[in-house]
């Protein structure tokens, strides 16, 4: 039985999730996942990083929450995907 998408807006760690926008089942933190894969993939920079955001931002609804600069898109990211980190000694 395949997996399926849960609109609950907790994850299974307990961690509450935002929708990237509403009525969407992809949450802020895979589309910030994907977003940090894609520019590591093709080596993008700063700047291109930043300028893919804004033109994604484009297509999006108005009251979506794609960061809108490179600088808040690092600090968030960092911030919420440390918990997940873990560290072997």
């Known amino acids: 039985m395949p ?32 977003l940090a894969v894609f520019t590591c993939r093709y080596n993008f920079i700063g700047d291109a990083t930043e300028h893919l955001q804004k033109n994604i931002a ?19 990211f960092f911030l919420f995907f440390k918990k997940y980190i873990i560290f072997f000694t």
């Open 58 to 76: 484009l297509a999006l609804p108005h009251e979506h929450k794609l960061y809108s600069s490179l600088n808040e898109f690092k600090l968030s």
């Open 3 to 34: 997996l399926q998408p849960s609109h609950d807006p907790e994850d299974i760690h307990g961690i509450a999730s935002d929708l990237f926008y509403p009525g969407v089942s992809v949450t802020l933190e895979a589309s910030m996942l994907l």
